[in-house]
Each structure stands twice: as structure tokens, then as C-alpha cells.
């Protein structure tokens, strides 16, 4: 039904009076029976309860969502924190470990202490030069750090070897268990003299012994001092075995796992021979016959 233009405005004039008069009469009712609106708000909301309670799961659900997001997040965040202190941590451990064992050695290195007239360097293995047919090191130190060829290498065990050649900044060691080592030695407490002598295996032999000497298992082996390389009573080893009635001698110093050395400096550099100069390059140019030479005439 359409609604003339009157009667529109006839409705507009009477809707305000009438919502006063209705709020003026829940304010009448409202004060002369409080009870009836409280059980009329009670009823309402009992009736409206269901509708909020589904109405607020998805909004409930939703809170947990974001806080087991967040947790995630925050999980996550501290797991990523945690791996990288542990990978620090980790780091700080091999350092310590690392430095733990350098001052073991360098501790060990001080219960071998030279006397006052013997100058020293210490220096690091760099480098295993090693193999099948050598047992030789290379250190960090040089002429520059005052090394120079024949000076005992020594740990705070015992003897390592000798230096074999120098450079500006770098030195060789030849040990004790190389095949062209030749140590004079002598049994401590027996004085028999011997020479150790290296194979390139893990246990060198006394060699050149007087005839009918005696050797047993447990002897220690000490320099000789004898042919003027090393000086006497530097501590070698222990006779651990024989090989076909040859002692063969274990090292007090564990060859192996060498990491620093005390070079020992007793005055004796110029004792060992200097080495060979190589051969001179012979050319291969030939000059041409005579024969030829009046043939081509």
C-alpha cells in the first residue's frame, strides 16, 4: 500500500511523541515493579546466552590460534637463540681445549730446563713433512728466530730430533726414528755407548755396541755426547723390546702428536758438515762437427 506524502509526515510528527511515551512508561513500570524488569532482563539474557556462546567459540578459537602462534613464533625465536650460543659456546670450547693443550705442552716443555749457558726457542709444528721413506717436521721458526742447523730439538719428555735445514722463517727437524738419524747414545746407569739408529719405524735400534754387552728391557737411553752434536745426558728413551736380538728403543717424547718444540741452542752448529751444493746444470747444446761443418763447405 503506498503512503501518500501526508500521511508520511502525519507518522514522522507522531513517532517522537510516541517513543517518549513509551520511555516514560518503562520508567513508571521500571519504579513500580522493579522485579518484573529484572525478570524480564534475566529472561533475555538466558535467551540470548546460547546465540553469544556460539557466537564467541570462533572469536575464542581464534585467541588461541593467535596465542599458540605466538608461542610458535616465540619457540622458535629461542630455539634460533639458543643453537647460536650453543654454536658459540661450542666455539669457546675448542678454543679452550685447544689452549688447555698448548699449555699442557708448553707447561711439559719446562721441566726440560737448559742450564743458564744454553740459549733456546720455542716454536710450533706446522707442518708433517713426513712419510713412507721420512719422519720429519716443519716448524715456524728460522734464522730470523736465531735456529740454525744441528740445535737439539727436544720436548719436556725428551729428545725429538735435530734441525736438518734452515730458511728465513722456517726450519726442518729431522727425528730421531728417520733413516738417516744417527744419535751416539749411551745405557744410563750401565755405560755401554751405542748409536741409535733410526729406520723409519716407530722404534729406532742401538747399534755398534761393544761385544758382549748387555742390554735388558727398561735401560734409559741418554745422549753420549759423543761426535760433538749432541751434549750429553739429554734423555732419549727406554729399550722396550728386541727385534732379532737388536734393543729397540721406545722414545720418551711422543713422536706422533708433536706440537711444540724447545730448540736448543748448545754452541755445536758448526759440528755437522755443510750441505753439498747441487751439481752444476750441464747443457745439452753440442757444437757441430768438423766433418760436417767441411762437408757443408
Known amino acids: 500500500m503506498r503512503i501518500s506524502p501526508a ?12 517513543l517518549v511515551m513509551l520511555s516514560i512508561a518503562m520508567i513508571i513500570i521500571g519504579k513500580a515493579d522493579q522485579m518484573v524488569v529484572e525478570s524480564a532482563a534475566n529472561w533475555l539474557m538466558d535467551a540470548t546466552a546460547p546465540t553469544l556462546e556460539m557466537l564467541s567459540r570462533p572469536a575464542a578459537a581464534l585467541d588461541v590460534a593467535v596465542d599458540r602462534a605466538r608461542g610458535f613464533v616465540t619457540v622458535y625465536e ?19 681445549l685447544k689452549l688447555s693443550s698448548e699449555n699442557a705442552q708448553l707447561r711439559d ?9 744454553i740459549s733456546y726457542v720455542t716454536a710450533r ?9 721420512a719422519r720429519s717436521v716443519i716448524i715456524d ?7 740454525a742447523r744441528g740445535q737439539a730439538a727436544v720436548t719436556g719428555n725428551g729428545l725429538v730430533g735435530r734441525i736438518s735445514e734452515t730458511g728465513r722463517r722456517a726450519a726442518r727437524v729431522l727425528l730421531i726414528t728417520d733413516l738417516n738419524s744417527r744419535v751416539p747414545v749411551i745405557v744410563d746407569g750401565v755405560g755401554q755407548r751405542a ?16 761385544e758382549g754387552a748387555t742390554v735388558r728391557i ?9 761426535g760433538g752434536v749432541f751434549p ?5 728413551g727406554v729399550v722396550a723390546g728386541f727385534d732379532s736380538g737388536v734393543p729397540r728403543v721406545e722414545a720418551y717424547a711422543a713422536l706422533t702428536r708433536v706440537d711444540y718444540l724447545r730448540l736448543l741452542d748448545y754452541g755445536l752448529a758448526n759440528a755437522l758438515p755443510n750441505p753439498l751444493p747441487l751439481a752444476p746444470r750441464v747443457s745439452k747444446r753440442t757444437e757441430p762437427l768438423v766433418g760436417a761443418t767441411t762437408a757443408r763447405r
Not at 141 to 147: F, H, P, Y
Not at 218 to 226: E, F, L, R, Y
Open 125 to 133: 709444528v706446522i707442518a708433517d713433512s713426513g712419510g713412507a721413506y
Open 232 to 236: 750429553p745426558g739429554l734423555p732419549v
Open 195 to 210: 748409536i741409535l739408529v733410526g729406520d723409519n719405524s716407530e722404534r729406532p735400534s742401538l747399534r755398534y755396541m761393544e
Open 218 to 226: 727398561g735401560d734409559k737411553i741418554v745422549t753420549s755426547g759423543q
Open 7 to 18: 500521511g508520511r509526515a502525519t507518522m514522522r510528527r507522531m513517532t517522537l511523541p510516541l
Open 78 to 96: 629461542e630455539n634460533a637463540r639458543l643453537k647460536e650460543e650453543n654454536e658459540r659456546l661450542l666455539g669457546w670450547q675448542q678454543a679452550a
Open 109 to 117: 716443555l719446562l721441566k726440560l730446563a737448559p742450564g743458564p749457558e
Open 141 to 147: 721458526a728460522g734464522r730470523e728466530n736465531g735456529v
